[in-house]
């Protein structure tokens, strides 16, 4: 069984510009969540989507936004690069909300110039 | 969610058994206890869960004191892959929107010694 996937693996943008994040989930899990983990932190929870809707925001600004497709597929996104925002994004899903084991992807690691 | 508390840091030789401990006294009754590592600049890995009974799996056990306030991730045999960061996370076992989130305290630094 696949497990969740993430693209691209490495993204080197600018201050300024938008980056794009991509991940598909477990095959059958309906929910994705993102989480952030800048140099040397912890993770910190950003956004968790399930069946298409938003369900919860962790506190990041409006820049960080996403979506989640009619395939359960997700994408994250962020405007107006900081450079605080270099860091591993990781992808997690979960057959159903809130309770089921949360399994992680492998990361995508942004860095802003 | 219930804090957790662990040793920032630990050294296991290689083979040995790697036993990982875990505070987590303010602890509800309707919460699990979940292990997750994380290999360096990696996505975090599940390991186990439980709630009240000892768990086992292919990766590793888990004993939980009849208390509930602590508990031991136990690796039986570790080997050089399984350095890492271990992170143990409480989390409630009942559908509540709000509690979906993991949250990560700042783990414990296992490493195996050759």
């Known amino acids: 069984e696949a497990g969740v996937t993430q693209s691209p693996t490495h993204l080197i943008k600018t201050r300024g510009q938008q980056a794009t994040l991509r991940c598909s989930p477990i095959?059958?899990?309906?929910?994705v969540y993102w989480y952030q983990q800048a140099l040397g932190l912890g993770l910190q929870f950003l956004l968790w989507y399930d069946e298409g809707e938003e369900r919860n925001r962790g506190n990041f600004p409006p820049r960080f936004s996403g979506r989640q497709f009619p395939n359960y597929s997700s994408e994250l996104n962020v405007n107006a690069l900081e450079l605080e925002d270099s860091a591993l994004y990781l992808c997690?899903?979960?057959?159903?909300?809130?309770?089921?084991?949360?399994?992680f992807g492998p990361g995508t690691r942004l860095t802003v110039l | 969610d219930a804090k957790t508390t662990q040793p920032p840091s630990m050294d296991c030789a290689e083979g040995r058994a790697a036993n990982l401990p875990c505070n987590h006294s303010t602890i509800s009754g309707n919460e699990y206890v979940y292990w997750y590592r994380q290999i360096h600049s990696q996505g975090p890995q599940y390991i186990i869960h439980?709630?009240?009974n000892n768990e086992t799996n292919e990766m590793a056990s888990l004993i939980i004191t009849e208390d509930r306030k602590s508990s031991t991730l136990i690796l039986p045999h570790a080997t050089l892959r399984d350095t890492a960061v271990y992170y143990c996370?409480?989390?409630?076992?009942?559908?509540?929107?709000?509690?979906?989130?993991?949250?990560f305290g700042t783990g414990t630094r296992l490493t195996i010694i050759p």
């Open positions: 997690a899903s979960s057959l159903s909300p809130s309770t089921d084991t949360q399994y």
């Open positions: 095959s059958g899990h309906t929910s």
């Open positions: 439980g709630l009240k």
């Open positions: 996370i409480v989390r409630v076992a009942i559908s509540n929107f709000g509690n979906e989130k993991l949250t």
